[in-house]
């Protein structure tokens, strides 16, 4: 944009009068700008935000807030534009001003407004706002670049610190001269090859301060020749050996190389030079040179000896030969190879497999009783020869006759002036020893070093013949074990053969022939599946994976089958029990072996024994339904006994009838006693006997069992005393009815064994086992002798007949105690000394848990419950049993109505209305469990509330209460019923309602 040309912009325009908007919408309109409008401050701010403007004419008085506060929020919003504010005011104070520019204005108008007064104000603050935007811009793009230029220094210082680090610590030595030839680089390497500390190098001419040969070190270069004077000139240097001789006079060899540097437009810049020190490697290249002559006669000798190895088999041409190398790349005049033997019941010796013949021959040969030097042992543990068996490490002797490790020489033995004896190795393991003597100059270590590759491979070589003999023995031990197999395998009783890996027989011994009906010569190579395990005994076929066989070939484990049928040649099948396993050498399978015999008579054996097996269980199912049967016929007649007992003890009655009547009803609630017990015994032998898990409080239970036990224990003049200790848990779970159970018998003996005396209850916890409760009955009384204490817990078993016939009892219930103690992870014994009381102990474990606030305030906790009469429905066709009930309701507030059998109380409940039936289970023409089944489904179909219907049974097995529930039953009473029972029952109902 050209500077003379008038700036145009957008200007917002904000005044809440109309006129003045439109007036000034005019002039700013008419000088080419653009105009957006607002009304309110609000709108002013709202507008900035949006879409800034290029200028503000804002006048102060608005009608929701104030121009300079609209001004002052704008520049909050927005603190690094620039934005001009101008703004309209009716007066023209020096104080109007003062708060236009404390605001953030940049003007005031006064009104009237006159237009060029507007139009000049305008555009010369657009041109000064653009002016500062343009200058902050070009500020911004310095200050961008200052940065970089100082960003770019301290990289440069950076990058150099990095190369004179890279440079320090290259181990080659670079030195870089200008274009004048003047040193301006070196780096720690080339100060150590051309000066030291005290004589450092300094910049300055190249070639003052060090002088350069040639490879030869003698003939010094010319300047020509020097390495940073051609690079100078152009030319380049590679990997050129010279000679550095400093100014200390140490002179180094090294690989020169050079070349010139250049900048961009190809100008030359100077020179750099950098040396390779080889001088260690020209050392070690010298070295090198005489250890490869050595190696190749090592290796040569090697070869030579591995080359016989595998030509002769005979180790006495070898290990001669190989002593024979030795001895000529060492020098020595005499020497020996020996294994190591170690026999079980001798110590470990040296046995001879080649001696030098040298000191051997002629008028030595009496050192040895053998005329064979090979062969000879030496047994002694001390000595040169044995030394570096013993410690397993080289041994130099270069005086042996004054080393303390020497025994001496046998007489006629030639003089031994030096000895070198090194342990011959393979695996780590020391399997002879090499001894060499008689070197001119001596033995010194490093002839361990150049006979290591020679004696590792004696090493190999005498291994080699040591698994040969190995093998070969192994070889033999393998025929003698077959021979023996086979001889074993022929006596054996039962059949036996051997599969290779793909099934095929390989071996079978004559009792699997016979068994088989056939001969070795049709089994061997054949298919052991398809021959004789083809089929099943009902003539279906046996496919190969169905086969345990084929199976153990697959799988590789071992298979063993009871119920299995093999084939006879003849078509007859008989069974056998048989075992397969794989044969796995070194984790290869190589076949299977296959041991089977015939179990003809175990099968008739086992058919005969499930034979009485079902007989057994169908005498335990007769005598489960015997005793389900007398049970219902014994509880029919107790119930109304019991029953009636119950109604009489109500009644007006003499003492001495009242007397006959107690005795009735005490009389007949022992027989029932006697009759749940039998139940008990016989349900836990049958295991059909099942306990509840369920939260009990086991203070309450046993308060609620001494409390119940108190008249009895009264009655025989006794005092009953419980004893619980302060920390039993709140709540536990388990069957708190057979913990009930328990105590009740315990208890109940403890008083009918104690006349006059005293019965104490105690609960604590056990001392030696953690969360277990122990429980204790004490009595006083009569006492158990040792030798019958154990009888106590067997069924029917009481200390002596005399008990029994002064006390009464089944012996049933300590039994059952025991088992339910039992069942509930717990022990019970007894205590006792003959004329001084009892203690009967058992233990509970501990499993805590809390009880529900039902549990803890009881049914009706939430205050006492209403109690309604109710209308029942009773079906039962026993007429004693209708008889009992009448009498039980005679004076309550129920009504009873009496059907005979199942369908008469149907028809009746679907015509009436009664809150509870009492429905007994064994009934004609319908049963109560069918009458219920079809009560249930009448209410379903009529959308009828569910009416209560309690079960009525003389059975009182968990299977007959599991099946009234099932049916549809609210609850399954069993019989006999007392009044109390019914009682709360119908309590229970009437309290809460159906």
């Known amino acids: ?196 500390n005290d004589h450092p190098m300094r910049p300055g001419c190249w070639k003052n301060g060090y002088s350069l040969y040639r490879a030869d070190g003698v003939t010094p270069l010319q300047k020509e020749e020097m390495p940073l004077y051609r690079a100078l000139s152009g030319q380049s240097v590679s990997n050129e050996e010279m000679v550095i001789v400093s100014r200390t006079g140490r002179a180094r060899s090294v690989l020169a190389n050079g070349r010139a540097m250049t900048d961009a437009d190809g100008s030359r810049l100077g020179a750099v030079f950098s040396m390779h020190d080889i001088t260690e490697r020209k050392l070690a290249d010298a070295v090198l040179l005489d250890t490869k002559q050595l190696l190749e006669m090592q290796v040569a000798c090697i070869n030579r000896i591995q080359s016989l190895f595998i030509a002769d088999s005979n180790p006495e041409n070898v290990f001669n030969t190989l002593l024979m190398e030795i001895l000529r790349l060492t020098s020595s005049q005499y020497g020996f190879i020996a294994e190591v033997v170690q026999d079980t019941e001798k110590p470990t010796c040296l046995q001879m497999l080649a001696m030098s013949n040298l000191a051997w021959n002629g008028a030595f040969t009496g050192c ?213 396993s794989p044969i796995v050498r070194k984790g290869e399978l190589h076949g299977a072996v296959v041991a089977f015999r015939d179990i003809t008579g175990r099968k008739q054996e086992e058919e005969v024994i499930r034979q009485a097996k079902e007989m057994a269980e169908e005498a335990s199912r007769a005598k489960s339904e015997f005793l389900t049967t007398m049970s219902h016929e014994i509880r029919t007649p107790i119930n109304l006994v019991l029953g009636l007992t119950d109604v009489l003890l109500e009644t007006d009655l003499t003492e001495e009838q009242r007397h006959y009547v107690e005795t009735m009803h005490h009389s007949g609630g022992a027989l029932l006693g006697i009759i749940n017990d039998i139940l008990d015994f016989s349900r836990i032998e049958s295991c059909q006997f099942q306990l509840l898990d369920l939260a009990f409080s086991p203070r309450a239970v046993v308060e609620e069992t001494v409390n119940l036990m108190q008249h009895s224990a009264e009655q025989k003049g006794n005092t009953l005393v419980v004893t619980l200790v302060h920390d039993v848990p709140e709540a536990i779970l388990g069957d708190d009815g057979r913990v009930r159970q328990i105590l009740i018998n315990l208890i109940g003996n403890a008083i009918k064994f104690t006349d006059q005396g005293r019965v104490l209850v105690t609960v604590g916890w056990h001392a030696q086992q953690q969360e277990v409760l122990l429980f204790q009955v004490i009595d006083s009384g009569i006492g158990i002798e040792q030798s019958q204490l154990e009888l106590l817990f067997k069924r029917f078993g009481q200390a002596n007949a005399s008990v029994i016939r002064r006390y009464g009892g089944t012996g049933l219930g300590l039994a059952i105690s025991r088992q339910l103690v039992g069942l509930m992870g717990g022990e019970i014994w007894v205590e006792s000394e003959f004329g001084r009381g009892s203690t009967f102990l058992f233990t509970l474990p501990v499993r805590r848990t809390k009880l529900s606030h039902r549990q803890i305030c009881g049914d009706d906790a939430d205050g006492s419950p209403t109690i309604r009469p109710l209308r029942l429905l009773m079906a039962e066709d026993f007429l004693d049993n209708q008889m009992l009930f009448q009498a039980y309701l005679k004076k309550s507030p129920h009504k009873l109505v009496i059907v005979n059998n199942g369908a008469e109380a149907v028809e009746l409940v679907k015509e009436e209305s009664f809150d509870l039936v009492l429905m007994d289970l064994q009934m004609p023409v319908m049963g109560g469990h069918e009458a219920t089944r079809q009560i249930r489904q009448w209410e379903q179909k009529s959308q009828r509330s569910p009416m ?47």
């Not at 007064?117 to 706002?129: N, P």
């Not at 653009?130 to 200058?135: E, P």
């Not at 219907?949 to 039953?969: M, R």
């Open 948 to 994: 209560v219907i309690i079960a009525l049974s003389a059975h009182a097995s968990t299977s007959h209460q599991e099946e009234s529930l099932a049916v549809g039953c609210n609850e399954h009473v069993v019989k006999p019923i007392r009044k109390r029972t019914l009682f709360s029952i119908l309590e229970k109902y009437a309290s809460h309602g159906r």
């Open 368 to 580: 040895h009783d053998v005329s064979s030097p090979s062969g000879q042992r030496f047994s002694s543990q001390r000595g040169l020869h044995v030394e570096a068996m013993i410690s397993g490490t080289v041994v130099i002797a270069n005086d042996p006759e004054n080393d303390p490790r020497s025994c001496g020489l046998p007489q006629g033995h030639p003089q031994i002036h030096a000895f070198f004896g090194m342990p011959i190795k393979h695996g780590g393991k020391i399997v002879g020893v090499l001894g060499i003597a008689n070197r001119p100059d001596g033995y010194d270590p490093t002839l361990e070093d150049f006979l290591d590759p020679v004696v590792s491979s004696c090493g190999l070589i005498m291994a080699g013949f040591q698994n040969r003999r190995t093998r070969l023995a192994a070889e033999e031990m393998v025929r003698e074990s077959e021979q023996r197999l086979r001889e074993i395998a022929a006596t054996l009783a039962e059949g036996l053969y051997v599969v290779n890996g793909h099934g095929h027989i390989t071996f079978i011994n004559p009792m699997a022939l016979t068994m088989l009906a056939c001969q070795e010569e049709e089994v061997l190579g054949k298919c052991a599946h398809e021959l004789f395990h083809n089929s099943q005994s009902n003539d279906n076929p046996l496919p190969g994976s169905s086969c345990s066989i084929c199976n153990v070939l697959h799988d590789q484990e071992s298979n063993p089958q009871h119920d299995e049928m093999f084939w006879r040649r003849d078509g007859s099948f008989f069974p056998v029990s048989m075992i397969a």
């Open 1 to 196: 944009m050209a500077s003379d040309e008038p700036v145009m912009g957008t200007i917002l325009i904000v005044d809440d009068n109309p006129k003045i908007m439109s007036s000034l919408t005019n002039i700013v309109r008419a000088g080419g700008h653009s105009v957006r409008m607002a009304s309110t401050g609000r709108m002013a701010v709202a507008s900035c935000l949006a879409e800034i403007p290029d200028l503000v004419l804002l006048d102060v008085k608005l009608p929701d807030i104030s121009g300079f506060k609209v001004c002052r929020q704008i520049l909050a919003a927005m603190p690094l534009l620039v934005i001009p504010f101008i703004f309209i005011s009716e007066s023209n104070k020096i104080s109007d001003r003062v708060k236009c520019f404390k605001a953030g204005g940049v003007d005031l108008i006064a009104k009237p407004l006159a237009s060029c007064e507007v139009l000049a104000r305008i555009m010369s603050h657009l041109t000064l706002s653009r002016s500062i935007r343009a200058m902050a811009e070009c500020n911004l793009l310095l200050t961008r670049e200052l940065r970089a230029r100082m960003q770019a220094e301290e990289e440069a210082k950076r990058y150099k610190i990095f190369i004179d680090a890279v440079l320090d610590n290259i181990q080659d030595g670079i030195v870089a001269c200008d274009e004048k030839g003047l040193l301006s680089l070196f780096n720690q390497a080339a100060v150590g090859l051309h000066g030291d």
